[in-house]
Nanobody, 125 residues
Framework: QVQLVESGGGLAQAGGSLRLSCAAS????????MAWFRQAPGKEREFVAA??????????YYADSVKGRFTIARDNAENTVFLQMSSLNPEDTAVYFC????????????????WGQGTLVTVSS
């Protein structure tokens, strides 16, 4: 049984930082993309960042709203994906979901077969 378990959410002040982790178990995702999505209250789920391995190294892709502030990273040995979030603002408040299993780095949530339960990030002004 595949499981994705997020951790690291919590309360941060505007301008602050948080680091999210997502540990996968049940299968390896070294050949697939892993990603982060988020869903703010009353809004639809949206893409945040994705990463996959290629012969050139880690390929990453970001939503425009987080580019330059968030960094996605992966640890294949631990089957884990991270999201380092900096310069947080209240608009980043959302439940953050880890996703895995897409064939390429994709922003379309339908490409991902596996999802975590989410971790809440709240940014105060």
């Amino acid at each position: 049984q595949v499981q994705l378990v997020e951790s690291g959410g919590g309360l941060a002040q505007a301008g602050g930082s948080l680091r999210l982790s997502c540990a996968a178990s049940g299968r390896t995702f070294s050949g697939s993309a892993m990603a982060w999505f988020r869903q703010a209250p009353g809004k639809e789920r949206e893409f945040v960042a994705a990463a996959s391995w290629s012969w050139r190294g880690l390929i990453t892709y970001y939503a425009d709203s987080v580019k330059g502030r968030f960094t996605i990273a992966r640890d294949n040995a631990e089957n884990t994906v991270f999201l380092q979030m900096s310069s947080l603002n209240p608009e980043d408040t959302a439940v953050y979901f880890c996703a895995a299993g897409a064939p390429v780095t994709a922003s379309d949530s339908r490409q991902y077969a596996y999802w975590g339960q989410g971790t809440l990030v709240t940014v105060s002004s």
